[in-house]
């Protein structure tokens, strides 16, 4: 089994629906993160949580949102789907001190 | 300025040929240093720590250089497996990515 799963795999939507994108893993990490990533740019990161109901905003917030009601469980929301906010999504956890992220396999979501 | 940042490439290597990548980062309190590889529609996948001493993973090679604030990777004898997206990550309070460097190894 996978140690970080993100589901869905893939997603097609309409502008001003919202969704949800869920994000599990089985390493028992308090650190999880969500990022973004779009054509030929680098991972930003839009909130991060490291441990239950902790919240922190990152660099990209804004027409996010998220929740972790469980140490496993890390989802992120969007409210009203935008078209600029079609890109892929990742999922990321990391243990203590200075170890390593270990990604999900990602979201590919669009917006129409 | 950004905080990490790479040469986008591409580089177009022939099979066999040795390729090196450099970061350079602006914040001088970093405290780790990683180099991650990303298939095209892939997630990140760790390739390995970067070490102030240098070290080498087969043909993979990692140094560091604080002084000078950039981290570098060198592949040698390149095999066309190697094709893909390099991001370097540096970490202070949380992990940044550069936008990473596009290897093409041909026949």
């Known amino acids: 089994d996978a140690d970080v799963t993100q589901t869905p795999r893939n997603r097609i939507t309409k502008t001003g629906k919202r969704i949800m994108l869920e994000c599990s893993q089985t390493k028992g990490h308090d650190r999880m993160y969500w990022y973004r990533q779009d054509p030929g740019l680098g991972l930003q990161l839009i909130y991060y949580s490291f441990d239950v109901k902790d919240i922190n905003k990152g660099e990209i917030s804004d027409g996010y949102s998220v929740s972790r009601q469980a140490q496993a469980k890390f989802s992120l929301s969007l409210e009203s789907a935008i078209p600029n906010q079609t890109a892929l999504y990742f999922c990321a956890i990391q243990g203590a001190g200075n170890q390593p992220q270990h990604f999900g396999d990602g979201t590919r979501l669009s917006i129409l | 300025r950004k905080e990490v940042e790479q040469d986008p490439g591409p580089f177009n290597v022939p099979e066999g040929a040795t390729v090196a990548f450099n970061c350079t980062y602006s914040?001088?309190?970093?405290?780790?240093f990683f180099w991650y590889r990303q298939d095209c529609r892939k997630e990140p996948k760790l390739l390995m720590s970067?070490?102030?001493s240098g070290n080498e993973d087969g043909r993979f090679t990692a140094q560091l250089n604080r002084a000078s604030q950039y981290i570098s990777l060198l592949i040698r004898d390149s095999k066309l497996s190697d094709s893909a997206t390099y991001l370097c990550v540096v970490t202070h309070n949380d992990m940044r990515f550069g936008a990473g460097t596009r290897l093409t190894v041909k026949p």
């Open positions: 914040n001088s309190a970093s405290q780790s």
């Open positions: 970067v070490y102030s």
